[in-house]
Every structure is written in structure tokens, then in C-alpha cells.
T-cell receptor, first 113, second 113 residues
Framework: GENVEQHPSTLSVQEGDSAVIKCTYS??????FPWYKQELGKGPQLIID?????GEKKDQRIAVTLNKTAKHFSLHITETQPEDSAVYFC????????????FGKGTRLHILP | SAVISQKPSRDICQRGTSLTIQCQVD?????MFWYRQQPGQSLTLIAT?????????ESGFVIDKFPISRPNLTFSTLTVSNMSPEDSSIYLC??????????FGQGTRLTVV
């Protein structure tokens, strides 16, 4: 089955700097890659996603890149703000809305004042 | 977007007892899933709740321990049976339709004493 690896497990960046989280997946049949943000006491919330027919997607300060050949994808957050502090999960699925979602282990992001 | 309500939000249970967690979606959805999230850890898929048929369990999870019902397209339950302290965790349900993102409930925080 699918296996998703995520690095780093913890990341601290100065407010205003950029943060990058990297993930790899094992199953070449996966074609949908969502990123979730989880705040304390809440369920995960989708922040951005990308499908395998796209190499990059951007939404304001957040961008995701996908390298299908290497089977890795990354989350980039620019101009970080205190409210970006949370746990971020990458995930992989065989289809948007069609199949189960397998999660990486998560990255705890700390934005330092 | 779908709104998912989980009940109870938290509970403290005696070992050897069972707890049933309810997941209600505010609209009909094709797929519903149950995840376990141990403190500070990632989400591990327990099973896919299939409407009108037996759930599909992931490796390491069995129906006798985690019976699941899905009587219709808006509702599912997960029972944690014969609980032990190792079952202390957060249990989350999610819902999705084809070509739509997955939505998550707030989770049920279970402590077994």
C-alpha cells in the first residue's frame, strides 16, 4: 500500500521568513496530493492540494510543487505569520474524492516572533 | 462544503467497556472514513465505512474490535470494543464525494482508564 514520508517533523522559522515541508510517496498510482493544517483540538483542514497532471499550484502565500518522476511534493509558505503555527500533514490518494487518503507523519511548524 | 459533527467530543471510559462514536454529515456523501490519531502523531486509517455493507478495514484493524455501521449516506458510527488504555486516542471521521475534498470532524478524544 501507499506510504508517505514527511520531513522535517519540527520546523521553527522567524516570522516573515519562508517555510518548506517535503514529502515523498511510494505508489506511482497516487494522483492526488492534499495538504492539511491541524490546530490544537481541531480536525485537519485542507489548505491546498495538487493533482498529478499539475507541477505547481499557488494560493496567496502557500504553494505546492509536485515531481511525479521522483515521487515527491513540497509545501512552501512564504511571509510566515504567527497564525501559521500548527501541525501540517501531507497526504496522498489515488483520486480526488474517490479513494482513501494516506497521511504523512506531520510537521509541527513554529513561527518565532 | 460538508459540515461533520462527531459525538461525543471526549470521554473517559473504564477498561473492558465499549464506546460508540457517532458521525453526522449535513449532506449526503459517497464515502466516509474513520481514522485514529494518537497524541502528537499522524492520522492512521482504520476503515472505510460502506453504506449498506460491511466496512473495509485496513491492516491491523479488525471488525470485532472496531465495528462500524453506515446505515445511510449521512451517518456512521464507530465502536471501540473491550477498551484498554492503548485505545486512548483521538478518533476522527471524514467524508468526501468524487472530485471534492475530504472534510473532517473535530474528533473524539478517548481516554481509557
Amino acid at each position: 500500500g501507499e506510504n508517505v514520508e514527511q520531513h522535517p517533523s519540527t520546523l521553527s522559522v522567524q516570522e516573515g521568513d519562508s517555510a518548506v515541508i517535503k514529502c515523498t510517496y511510494s505508489d506511482s498510482a497516487s494522483n492526488y496530493f492534499p495538504w492539511y493544517k491541524q490546530e490544537l483540538g481541531k480536525g485537519p483542514q485542507l489548505i491546498i492540494d495538487i493533482r498529478s497532471n499539475v507541477g505547481e499550484k499557488k494560493d496567496q502565500r502557500i504553494a505546492v510543487t509536485l515531481n511525479k518522476t521522483a515521487k515527491h511534493f513540497s509545501l512552501h509558505i512564504t511571509e510566515t505569520q504567527p497564525e501559521d503555527s500548527a501541525v501540517y500533514f501531507c497526504a496522498a490518494s489515488m483520486g480526488l474524492g474517490d479513494d482513501k487518503i494516506i497521511f504523512g507523519k506531520g510537521t509541527r511548524l513554529h513561527i518565532l516572533p | 462544503s460538508a459540515v461533520i459533527s462527531q459525538k461525543p467530543s471526549r470521554d473517559i471510559c473504564q477498561r473492558g467497556t465499549s464506546l460508540t462514536i457517532q458521525c453526522q454529515v449535513d449532506s449526503q456523501v459517497t464515502m466516509m472514513f474513520w481514522y485514529r490519531q494518537q497524541p502528537g502523531q499522524s492520522l492512521t486509517l482504520i476503515a472505510t465505512a460502506n453504506q449498506g455493507s460491511e466496512a473495509t478495514y485496513e491492516s491491523g484493524f479488525v471488525i470485532d474490535k472496531f465495528p462500524i455501521s453506515r446505515p445511510n449516506l449521512t451517518f456512521s458510527t464507530l465502536t471501540v470494543s473491550n477498551m484498554s488504555p492503548e485505545d486512548s486516542s483521538i478518533y476522527l471521521c471524514s467524508a468526501q464525494d468524487p472530485n471534492t475534498e475530504a472534510f473532517f470532524g473535530q474528533g473524539t478524544r478517548l481516554t481509557v482508564v
